[in-house]
């Protein structure tokens, strides 16, 4: 059902993205997708890597534990795209390739110490709050250069980019106002020494296209890809 479902829905996807890409002035191949599996049993997990996306996302450590648990280690490229509790850090470590919900500097401070107790560099990216959402977690504009320059003191941490989220709204004006203010905050921090502008990531299902036209390097899909979760 899976294998099925994701061939289907792929091709339309990467079109969406190609078109998008054109019109911001960019490529296909700039855009990564990673695949978000939350609530799908392992078959979709396999489907995806199937059919060529070794990006895979999860929202919660256990679930991240029990796909990489199932699925090996180095079978795909694994993405922390919810948000991490401090006392999760130690379980959650040494499982993500890519952490994209750094929020705070008492986290940061917490993945450097288990970082540098297991002798290891973990990549991650800042979240960012952009949607003027008080409810969401992230750094607003005001804060990210200073919390940056802290972070990036940090041993252990390797910091390649920023992600954020926009509200869950049709409004193409709300959308793209997000995602250019997060754009802004990651083209700022490439003057400060030793970030990573590697990623930008930004876009959901709703709203992948728009972020895509705004500058996005990486896209998270559930719902476009796998259709809509069990739970």
Known sequence: MYLSRIREALPRVRDNIARAAVRAGGREEDVT????????????V??????????????????LEARVTAVSREAAIWHMIG????????????????LHSL???????????????????LRVLVQVKTSGEEAKSGFSALEA?????????L???????VMAMAPLTQDEHVLRSSFRRAREIFEQARHQAGFEPCHLSMGMT???????????TMVRLGTALLGERAG
């Open 103 to 121: 929020d705070s500097l008492r986290l940061a401070e917490r993945l450097s110490r288990e970082a540098v107790e297991r002798d290891l560099t």
């Open 206 to 216: 709703n709203d992948y296209e728009i972020a895509v036209e705004e500058g996005s």
């Open 83 to 98: 948000h991490l509790q401090r006392n999760k850090v130690p379980r959650a470590v040494g499982l993500f390739d890519l």
């Open 145 to 153: 250069p200073d919390a940056l320059g802290r972070m990036l003191a």
């Open 46 to 63: 396999d489907a995806a890597l199937a059919v060529g996306l070794r990006d895979i996302g999860e929202n919660r450590v256990h679930e």
């Open 155 to 161: 041993p252990g941490l390797r910091v390649c980019g």
């Open 33 to 44: 997708i990673v695949a978000v599996t939350k609530g799908h049993p392992r078959d979709a």
